[in-house]
């Protein structure tokens, strides 16, 4: 495939598992930049081999740190596709954006990605996870991330699409890293939570259900944390059951109860959140009073 004028972003911090095959699925791109927060294991030297471009920055929060490099970095081409490390363009997808660009200049700012996840190996078809639509082809000067610490949403200037083909997830870091991960996000999404309880949030992307996308998921995130009782049971079941979860076997019975896990130490979190003498609250007050 000749080269797609477009520039693919790969935040990393310590990724040598994973980035080998992120990179490799993206050879076709005009450019690819590894944005690296201080890596100590070998993923510089796997950009290196690849022929990526580095550029190194202290990581802050999700949000900030990737709208420093669509400002910052001066990119080759207008166009940006952002990647997870343990992400991977899959061959219908590349072809997909090569038609995109090879029928002159697209006629949206930005494009949905329908993002296939996969868990132990197995793609997990059923129980909501797919198509997890992720805008991640940008018109640089056209997208920012909204100013949220975890789970935060691009928003595009203008018109949107969405592309067919699947981008895949498939972290190679195991079920170790995965709780550790979760551990701290649903940290961060406690705080958020409450942030938007008390009006220090930014509302770059309004909590809405007549909107298809982050608007409707973010209006029923809101109602269920204030309303929904036994919460965690309930997304459990839902993801399980009603969403057939369970079609996908052990993998699928895995990743709702995860989930559902989740979900849970988000409410622990709140509960200790709402308490001003505990350790988080004493931890976190900062940046809960920090203003948008």
């Known amino acids: 495939m000749p080269p797609i004028p477009i520039s693919v972003l790969i935040p990393t ?13 993206v050879a076709w791109a005009g450019e690819r930049v590894v ?7 070998r993923t510089l030297e796997i950009a290196a081999e690849h022929g990526a471009r580095v550029v190194q920055r202290a990581f802050d929060d999700f949000a900030r740190h990737k709208n420093w490099a669509l400002d910052e970095i001066d990119f080759a081409h207008p166009w940006v596709l952002i990647l997870d490390a343990d992400e991977r363009v899959t061959p219908a997808l590349a072809e997909e954006i090569a038609a995109l660009f090879a029928e002159g200049e697209p006629a949206c700012d930005g494009y949905y990605l329908a993002r296939r996840i996969f868990w132990r190996g197995r793609w997990l078809r059923h129980g909501g996870r797919y198509p997890d639509y992720n805008l991640r082809l940008i018109r640089r000067g056209r997208g920012r991330y909204e100013q949220r610490r975890v789970h935060e949403h691009m928003v595009v200037e203008g018109p949107v699409g969405y592309l067919r083909h699947p981008l895949d997830h498939d972290d190679d870091k195991g079920i170790e890293r995965y709780i550790e991960r979760h551990n701290h996000y649903s940290t961060l ?3 958020e939570i409450l942030r938007a ?5 930014a509302e770059e992307i309004a909590p809405d259900l007549r909107r298809r996308g982050p608007q409707r998921r973010r209006a029923l995130k809101r109602w269920a944390y204030r309303w929904l009782p036994a919460r965690p049971l309930f997304v459990f079941l839902y993801l399980y059951l009603f969403r057939l979860g369970f079609l996908d076997g052990r993998p699928g019975l895995d990743s709702a109860l995860l ?5 849970y130490q988000i409410d622990l ?11 988080l609250a004493r931890r976190w007050r900062p940046s809960r009073e920090e203003k948008p």
């Open 197 to 201: 309880e008390a009006g220090a949030a």
């Open 269 to 279: 979190k709140l509960r200790e959140l709402r308490d001003p003498a505990s350790p």
């Open 13 to 25: 911090r310590n990724e040598e598992r994973n980035l080998p095959a992120c990179l490799e699925s």
């Open 189 to 191: 999404e406690a705080l």
């Open 35 to 41: 944005f690296d927060s201080l890596s100590d294991d």
């Open 259 to 263: 989930r559902a896990i989740y979900e």
